[in-house]
């Protein structure tokens, strides 16, 4: 696939964890890169994204704690999640934006424990 997520994992509240996000082409070619979740019984929502510019947005739900990087060298767009709360709970998606195409993952479960 074009992008391949890895990372994901069983933490507890307050835990810290990174997502990985590996595209097999330049990342520099999406317009947007983003991480987007999806719990249970829930719609896909955008978490965090970054331009090519390098320009960043985040979810109100996550200011503060996350922070999305990349790597264009490896070609990685990242996610570093702090102070886990236990609505962090979701499968985490990359998503890649390269003008009319949107590039997906298949996802990592991040599971967050009380």
């Known amino acids: 696939g074009q992008l391949v997520e890895s990372g994901g994992g069983l933490v507890q509240a307050g835990d810290s964890l990174r997502l990985s996000c590996a595209a097999s082409?330049?990342?520099?070619?999406?317009?947007?890169m983003g991480w987007y979740r999806q719990a249970p019984g829930k719609q896909r929502d955008m978490v965090a994204a970054i331009t090519s510019g390098g320009s960043t947005n985040y979810a109100d739900s996550v200011k503060g704690r996350f922070t999305i990087s990349r790597d264009n060298a490896k070609n990685t767009v990242y996610l570093q999640m702090n102070s886990l709360k236990l609505e962090d709970t979701a499968v985490y998606y990359c998503n890649g934006n390269a003008g009319y195409v949107d590039y997906w993952g298949q996802g990592t479960q991040v599971t967050v424990s009380s």
């Open positions: 082409r330049r990342i520099l070619s999406f317009n947007v």
